[in-house]
């Protein structure tokens, strides 16, 4: 089992930065990708960013050239650096974690951080 802690959320006014972090503790030797989703009230949860054990990132349409995926594989957390804020932006962000145990890669979910951006 994979225990994910995530910090950094809060209210934030347009144009402003944030920087979440999660931290992955248990059997997490075996990570490999790791990813951010958010879910914004009435919309569909929506993947804004995702990084490879090889460091190769991909972002939403929505965030690209605003927000930043980055990992530190010694401290086994994921990193989300947003700047440039927009109201859209407001949801509960959620960090995930692939394990891979030898046969399949097993998916952990953070317990989920709310940003609102707000003037």
């Known amino acids: 089992q994979v225990q994910l802690v995530e910090s950094g959320g809060g209210e934030v006014q347009p144009g402003g930065s944030l920087r979440l972090s999660c931290a992955a503790s248990g059997s997490a030797s075996g990570i490999t990708a790791m990813t951010w989703y958010r879910r914004a009230p009435g919309k569909e949860r929506e993947e804004v960013a995702g990084i490879t054990s090889g460091g190769s990132t991909n972002y939403a349409d929505s965030v690209k050239g605003r927000f930043a995926i980055s990992r530190d594989n010694a401290k086994n957390t994921v990193y989300l650096q947003m700047n440039s804020l927009k109201p859209e932006d407001t949801a509960v962000y959620y960090c995930?974690?692939?394990?891979?145990?030898?046969?399949?890669?097993?998916?952990?979910w953070g317990q989920g951080t709310q940003v609102t951006v707000s003037s």
């Open positions: 995930g974690v692939g394990v891979f145990d030898g046969d399949y890669t097993e998916w952990f």
